[in-house]
């Protein structure tokens, strides 16, 4: 896969210096000149590109190198910005920061570096001055394989304040800057526990994101950006390639993979559903918070993460889908959880308020809300072989979460082993396989195992085989 696609990386110093802000305002005020642009979200966070595909009118995929492999990075940013005038990509936490201390793994800098991709800094200089050109200096020498091509300043003071940082910047550190945004209260993201609210969830998204367009538009040079973005190299890098689904399985042509999207579950990698599709599978969303049984015809379940435990009392009151999975489940359903899904299948989840809510009870024990959060990336191997997976392959994941599983009982299988890593020497086993379901906190990216979809439908259609079987005998 290769091409030609204009393209910048927004990056930043660190974490909360108005990257998803300025992207989202940069895709929508782009769009609006009629440009095609394609969002693209480093690491492996499923909130903030919400934004992006709001403001794009696309889906934004995640560019993570240490989920993916690297090597496919430039085909898969080839791939889907086929078509598109020009791609933005917000990076993740600082710059230079990945998996660990000790290099770029992980990091928004590999990113850049390994697709060629020019970065534009967005600095908070809220309490700066001239010290902004020493720190755009710094990033920009940090690692000459790095291009950075630009500045944008964020939560400036007064036109008077930009004016000075500008000044230093472009005379100190010798890159132009692009424009500035003001302090401004009307157009801060609203935050929770695991970061920014997710647009899946009711707000006043497109106001948001028509006051931020409109600040973008009037003090960001887009003519400047756009021709920084022109200056990108081709795109080099290898197809991807999905082990097919034999047809000849029972007969059954079509596969129903029902996916649980809404407000209570939205943590999905648009590639892991582009995946199944590509594998065969008709992937059909449905509500557990609002529908009331399963999409007609669904061969497997793909539950996965999002906020269970702020629409907890939602999801128990739902008792009409419950029943239905839990039949299914019954009838041998493959079932695959991640993270919040996993607290779904569980008998109850416990509120950060202590009130407890009954969910499907297909997983003994409950999720019990914490004040602690779990995080980072994870390498993992699955216990034994499953519908999904064989012992011993060994796949990447993360976690992200507060909830704990309360009252697991020790006779109940695992689903994987996560291996000793940067941070921990020793082994520990995590999530659970029974029956047909497969559960577990870890979130996987199915880029760096795509024949994953493949089995994911295979089940699918082997389960639609019997049921269909069964009825006629």
């Given at each position: ?27 929508a ?98 309490a700066?001055?001239?010290?902004a050109?020493?720190v ?63 647009t ?13 367009r ?16 022109h ?16 047809h ?13 999207r ?49 629409y ?21 359903l ?86 000793p ?14 029956a ?6 870890i ?31």
């Amino acid at each position: 896969m290769h091409g030609l696609l204009p393209r910048l990386l927004l990056a930043a110093p660190m974490s909360g210096s108005g990257k998803t802000t300025i992207t989202a305002g940069l895709i929508a005020a782009l769009a609006a000149r009629g440009l095609t642009i394609a969002p693209f979200k480093c690491g492996p966070d499923y909130i903030d590109p919400g934004y992006h595909a709001m403001a794009a009118g696309r889906p934004c995929y995640n560019l993570d190198p240490w989920l993916i492999p690297p090597e496919q990075l430039s085909g898969m940013l080839a791939r889907r910005g086929s078509g598109a005038s020009l791609a933005l990509i917000e990076g993740v936490m600082g710059l230079f920061d990945g998996y660990a201390g000790e290099d770029d793994a992980g990091s928004s800098a590999q990113v850049a570096r390994l697709t060629g991709t020019p970065v534009v800094l967005v600095l908070d200089v809220r309490a700066m001055a001239r010290t902004a050109a020493a720190v755009v200096a710094g990033l920009r020498d940090f690692d000459p394989r790095v291009q950075v091509a630009g500045v944008i300043l964020n939560r400036v003071g007064s036109p008077r304040h930009a004016r000075m940082v500008t000044q230093a910047i472009e005379h100190g550190a010798g890159l132009p800057v692009l424009g500035f945004l003001q302090r401004d209260d009307a157009i801060a993201l609203p935050e929770r526990h695991l970061g920014l609210v997710p647009t899946a969830e009711t707000g006043r998204w497109q106001n948001w994101l028509a006051e931020v367009r409109a600040r973008v538009e009037a003090g960001i040079d887009l003519d400047r950006l756009v021709a920084l973005a022109h200056t990108a190299p081709a795109l080099h890098g290898p197809d991807l390639t999905i082990p097919p689904v034999r047809h000849e399985s029972h007969g059954m042509d079509r596969s129903i993979i029902a996916v649980a999207r809404d407000e209570a579950f939205s943590f999905f990698y648009e590639e892991n559903l582009d995946l199944l599709r590509a594998a065969g599978a008709e992937v059909v969303c449905f509500s557990p918070l609002h529908d009331s049984h399963l999409p007609v015809g669904t061969g497997a379940l793909y539950l996965g993460g999002g906020f269970p435990e702020l629409y907890a009392a939602g999801l128990s009151s739902n008792t009409a889908v419950r029943d239905a999975i839990r039949a299914a489940a019954g009838r041998g359903l493959p079932i695959y959880a991640e993270c919040g899904g996993l607290m779904y299948l569980t008998e109850e989840v416990v509120d950060a308020a202590g009130a407890r809510y009954p969910m499907l009870g297909l997983l003994p024990g409950c999720s019990v809300m914490t004040s602690r959060l779990t995080l980072g990336y994870r390498t993992v191997r699955p216990v034994a072989d499953n519908w999904l997976w064989r012992a011993g392959e060994t796949v990447r994941g993360h976690e992200f979460h507060y909830s704990v599983w309360q009252d697991r009982p020790e006779w109940l299988a695992y689903a994987y082993t996560c291996l000793p890593d940067a941070f921990r020497s020793d082994e520990r086993p995590e999530g659970a396989q029974c029956a047909n379901i497969l559960a577990s906190y870890i979130h996987i990216h199915w880029l760096a195992c795509p024949y994953v979809a493949s089995r994911f439908v295979a089940a699918a259609r082997a389960f639609r085989a019997g049921q269909h079987s069964g009825a006629t005998q």
